[in-house]
């Protein structure tokens, strides 16, 4: 596995009146070239869990291993893990600040010590990668661009430094749908022809059912499901139960079965699922 956390537990403020034990004894892997979703509810303990990946929360009890390798034990050089386990934070564009769009995405490449043409070939590569015009944007100020391409900008900030994990914790929170489409098409693209291992923290489980391979579903600091989309998604009362709602097309497709209807229930997209209804009219009326 590329990553792997092995009975991994984090505790928030240990000792105190305020502490909070935000994951509990996790076991999960994550292979490469995976795309994976981790969902649950607000407090799950999912954003707590990604910032282990790359070392920016270090265990109170358990392991958290890149390779096989504990990152916690030995002399890992954390600066070299956040640059292959990149993470992009909910509201990226908040963290932009420089004069220009170039800067801004050179900013990750050059903390690496490139510079030169070099640098500007991972400038490009970044912009690229996120359907952003190199020379049109590169001279822009981040600050005049629209709240998509402010999002699209902070993550060719992230693929300049050419990672081979991307972790996305609510990447397209507060988008608007056209904006939050255009996103995640390019991640996926990145996904399947950079065979980037993404892992997707989303509370919109339309998006995630149809991206993502496999799915782990957090509860109160618990993995308490894992599998792919649609095993995870016939689990109807559990996934309540955690305060989240299954898919809406999936839940239609599941109450046809349960009437006895002969449908598929893997089924996630619009196109899909209409042209399974169809197929189901045309039988009955023959």
Partial sequence: MLIEARDLSYTYMPGTPFQVEALKKINLGIARGEFVGVIGETGSGKSTLVQHFNGLLKPTGGEMCVEGKNIWHGETNLRKLRSRIALLFQFPEHQLFEETVFNDVAFGPRNLGMSGS????????????????FDTYRDRSPFHLSGGEKRRVAMAGIMAMRPEVVVL??????????????FMEQVSRLHREEKLTVILVTHNMEEIARLAERLFVFNRGELVLQGQPAEVFKSVSLIKETGLEIPAFSELLQQLRQRGKEVR??????????????????????
């Fill in 118 to 133: 070099e640098m500007e070939q991972r400038v490009r590569f970044g912009l690229t990668s996120m359907g952003l015009d």
């Fill in 169 to 182: 914790d609510e990447p397209t929170a507060g988008m608007d749908p056209v904006g939050r489409r255009k």
């Fill in 265 to 286: 229930t893997d089924l996630f997209t619009v196109g899909d699922v209409a042209g399974e209804i169809l197929k189901l009219s045309r039988e009955e009326r023959t």
